[in-house]
Each structure stands twice: as structure tokens, then as C-alpha cells.
């Protein structure tokens, strides 16, 4: 067993590519620049992602999986981040990056050179105010906003409960408004103002007020930039809850991500999973897309007929468009503010559950894909409980699962999963899924009978090797099948790789259950949250321990 290569530690959730090609892991804020691209804080990810107008999504700064604290000022692809947030753009390229969980603020050269431009070099939280640069520090600092001419950079401080600004030339760090520290509601001026848990800010655009999503109190201020008053533009302090009306008579839930366009103020409401729209002169407070009563989901349509599922961060363009960071679906969208027409501009999701032909299909929880020879794909749902087919000709269809959560082995839709995972297909058309909650790997025939091909009936959760149901798996994820007709199986709970034989015997490949790290060498070894699986010949190759391990000369 030997470390096989880099970092890999979230695969399916990185991917570069165009449009529907390319992979977030819960995007959190958006920015545009003079050129339209659009730059994403992929917070799951811990990296920062460029999407050009025509959709080609790149990986701009840091290294997807990797977290942590570290400046690159050749190429930024050695940088690394902990949970980005808020971005911000000026017009000479640079990309300035709320780097909330290093309580930092850091920049990033248009040739992707990552630096700390403010806050803790050391990445520790506090709330030093008016020292320059890295003598400052911040606390899980959120949303940014930069000023029209460029001279300063305003920022969400969220765990001090403060609105701070930065001097781009002389990075004096100061703050505009609030009580460092004093979560609560106060509208007034300056240090006698307060907020709670503040995550967006928009600037108005002419400059004149900064609009604050005060996330925590469900409330929309306004902050006088000249005076430094604190106003509230819409909803009522601590009361949460979905209403259009005019000012302090709206109402909204866990509101995050703004963006100002002229006299118009869109806000990305989390926790009711819409965009709403503020007129600015007269606070009156409207629906852009989503709709509360369709709750989550994903669906590209007209205003209300759309749908997102936790909305985070917003910005707009001068072309008209309004773009979202739709995080739990992972993925970016696209509102046109003219026909308010949804779309996406770059990752893929479905969210439901639905047989129908191609685009028209929907999903819930889509884990785990494998192939057949015939070129059908199978679709593990870890949310429906159900295994999907599609043809070649893309229709979609229930495999096996009735769509609710059980253990029940019997034919086709009939049968039940609970929380399956991955899946594998063998060369006899044979379908294997990692049936997570149940701690087992069950076995859909050619005839589409579904049968427990190992792991206990009663889906108990062990280590124990054995064949069939004498052994036992302990939360199984991802699978594999060799030519001979073997199964191999992560088995993440206990962080071993299992193997089980065509007539269902189990053995320990790699990994001592019960612990955690990683001894190189000699099988079976210490093994670290293994996860993706993959079979090459006679080499079995996975991910763990942020790379990629592989057996050779499999037994």
C-alpha cells in the first residue's frame, strides 16, 4: 500500500469544466468583475473558482480539500483557505477574499499570487481595530463590499458583530459601525449601534449608504457611509418569517448574500430559500425567484416557479443579470432581472424525485453512478432511498426502492434501502449498492431482485469478516468490481477496504478497524476515511488521507 498521488479528498466536487461539466462543494459568495467573470468563494472546497461569460469555470486560488493558512506569491495554486466567504473585485483584476475561518482578509493578483491584505497573519480571531494590515484582526469575517473608486473595502466581521473598513492604500483597518463583541439591535451612529451576526454588505451605487444583511436580528440596515447612522431599511428585528410589504412590515429568514443595482437591492434569504427585491427609496420588499411554498429545490423557471435550496451569496452585473451562489444545490444561477428567467450558469444538480425522460428527471440526493456494458447508468438516490436506471436513450426509470427508508429485500420496487451510497455494476449486468444506514451491500440481479449480497439482515453495524451475513460493515460507502466478479468497499466507519468474492465472503483488504491514520507498506495497515474506489487491472487505487492509495498485485 503506498500514497499513489496529490490531493483528492473531494473528487466529485471539483471538477473545472463549462457549465454543467464543472463541480462546487457548497459556493457561499459571488463577485463580478469589469469583464463579467464571475468569481466564486467554494467554501466546501476551500478554494476560489473564476467562471468566464461564456461559462468555463477554473479553480483561481487554493487547492480543492485542502484547508488551511498558507500564502502562495508565484501561481496562488499552493495557497490555501479555510472557509472563504464574501469576494470582492477592483478594477485592476485583483479579487480580495473574506477568508472567514483564518479571520483574515486576503488578496489575490490577477495572475492568482494569494497574500493576507488584512488581519491576523497567524490566523487567529480578535478584534483589534485601527492598526494597519496584519496587525489588525477580525473574527469569521463574511461579506465584502469595495467602493466605487476603489479606496475602500468594507467588511462583514460577523463574530464581532461589527462593520469594519479597510483603506485600500495605507490597509488601515478600522471600525464604521457597531460594538465589537455585543451581539444585539440598536439603530444609531457608529459605536452605538448594533448587529447581530452581520454576513452581506452592498454598497449603494452611489456610494452614499452601505446596505448590511444583519442576519441573526432577520433585518436589512442601511448605514450612512458620511454620518455613520445605522438605520433599518426592512424587516422587523427578531422576527423571522416571509412577508412582502414595505419596510419594517417584511419579513425574512436568515437573509446572507446583497447586491445593489441603482435603486434596487437584491437579497439572497436563506432560510426561505429566495431572492427577494428591495426598492430602495421606498423599502417596498418583493419576491425576484423562489418561492416559499415550494421550499427547497432546484428547478431553472420564471420567478416564483423557480427554485433554490439555500441561497448565500448574490452580485449583479451591468448587463441586467443577477447571480446566486446556490450553496446546498452546488451550484451558481442566473437571474435575469428583466424576465426574471432562472437558469444555471455552471455545476449540475437535480433535486426530486421523478421518472421521466432526460432533463425532465429528477433526483434527490444523487450519490454514487455506475455503468453497463449495455451503456445503461445506474443512479444510487441517496435521499429518495431508490436505485435509478437510465438508458441509453435517456429515460429514466425506479430500479429497485419504493422511495421510503427500510430494509427489505425483495423484487424490484418492492424492496427498500435506507440511505444508499454508491453503487457498482459486474459484468453479468449484476447491480451492487452500498446501502449505508442498513450497513450492508445489497445485490440487484439481472431479473431486478434485490437480496443482501453481504453485511447483517438486521443491519447492525461491525467488522466482522465472514460470508454473507456472518460479516458485518460498519456505514459503507463507495464500491468497485474487478474483472473476476469481486466487490470492493470502502468501508468508512471502520476506515477499512473490504473485498467480497463472488460467492459473497468478505475479507479485510486494507485498514485496521477502529483506527485512524496512515502506515504505508505492509497489508492490512492504518488506514484514514477512505472514500472514492476505483479498480485498474490488478490495482485497486482510493482516496485517503488527502491523496490516493494503491494496492497492486491484488490477491
Known sequence: MALFAGDVSTPSGSADGTGAEARFSDPRYVAIDSAGNVYVADNGNGTIRKITPAGVVTTLAGTAGQFGYVNDTDTGAAALFDSPRGIATDIAGNVYVADAGNHAIRKITPEGKVSTFAGSATGVAGNTDDPIGTDASFNWPNGLALSSDGSTLYVADNDNHVIRQIDI???????????????????????????????????????SKLFVADSYNHVIRQIDIATKDVTTLAGTAGESGFTNDIGTAARFDFPTGLACDGLKLYVADGDNNVIRQIDIVTAGVTTLAGDTAGGAGYVDAVGTSARFDW?????????????????????????????????????????????????????????????????????????????????????????????????????GVLAQFNGPWSIAADSEGNVYVSDYYNNAIRKIDTSGVVSTFAGSVDGLAGSTDGTGPEASFTLPEYLATDSAGNVYVSDGGNNTIRKITPDGVVTTLAGTAGQNGFTPGALPGVLANPEGIAVFGTTLYFTSNNGVVSITNLP
Open 169 to 207: 492604500v495605507t490597509t488601515a483597518v478600522t471600525t464604521l459601525a457597531g460594538a465589537a463583541g455585543v451581539p444585539d439591535y440598536v439603530d444609531g451612529t457608529g459605536a452605538a449601534a448594533r448587529f447581530n451576526s452581520p454576513r452581506g454588505v452592498a454598497l449603494a451605487s452611489d456610494g
Open 311 to 411: 441561497p448565500y451569496g448574490v452580485a449583479t452585473n451591468s448587463a441586467g443579470n443577477v447571480y446566486v451562489a446556490d450553496s446546498d444545490n452546488n451550484l451558481i444561477r442566473k437571474i435575469d432581472i428583466n424576465t426574471q428567467a432562472v437558469s444555471t450558469l455552471a455545476g449540475f444538480a437535480r433535486y426530486g424525485y421523478l421518472n421521466a425522460a432526460g432533463a425532465a428527471a429528477l433526483f434527490d440526493g444523487l450519490n454514487g453512478l455506475a455503468t453497463d456494458s449495455a451503456g445503461n447508468v445506474y443512479v444510487a438516490a441517496y435521499e429518495d432511498d431508490t436505485i435509478g436506471k437510465i438508458t441509453p436513450d435517456g429515460v429514466v426509470s425506479t430500479l429497485a426502492g419504493t422511495g421510503t427508508a427500510g430494509y427489505l429485500n425483495s423484487a
